[in-house]
């Protein structure tokens, strides 16, 4: 599918994060210059806040995604939850060939925030120049306790840091 960066906030596919060689692939349109934000959004349970069963699912998928807290001296993070190395490969389509923009691992993305329905960890921001783009992400490790979670790879225009 392909969608127009100035058209959506995000777009997301399913990853098997937790399944080593397990790969997702997406392909969009940049029209202006701009940051993107690629991350990992690890899924919980909705529904009822008072309802147990949600605030256990949500516990433990907090506890996978980390807490975002970091030492103010060394500015390292706390407690960024599991590790979960991937590689990032971003290629710019041309009608003759393609660009080789970006492909790097990356062991242990940074938690970033939450909303009512995921917590994310950051992999990168990149700035895109003009053009169409595949963005593919790798699992490199088998994670058990990432197999149950729900995770998606969201990329979008990062608005408030172009």
Known sequence: MLTHANEFDHQQI???AGIKSSESELKFKVW??????????MY??????????RNKDRDRVR?????????????RPIDNGLAIPVRLTLV????????LILNELYQDPLYEGFSEKYYSK???RYKLEPGTYKARIEALKDLPPLQTVPVQFDVHVAHDRL
């Open 14 to 16: 399913p990853f098997q």
């Open 32 to 41: 202006n210059a701009a940051r993107h934000s690629f991350y990992l959004n």
């Open 44 to 53: 919980f349970t909705v529904g009822d806040p008072d309802d147990p069963s």
């Open 63 to 75: 506890k996978l995604a980390g807490s975002g807290g970091y030492n103010t001296v060394t500015k």
């Open 92 to 99: 710019r389509l041309n009608e003759k060939d393609s660009e």
């Open 122 to 124: 950051l992999i990168v």
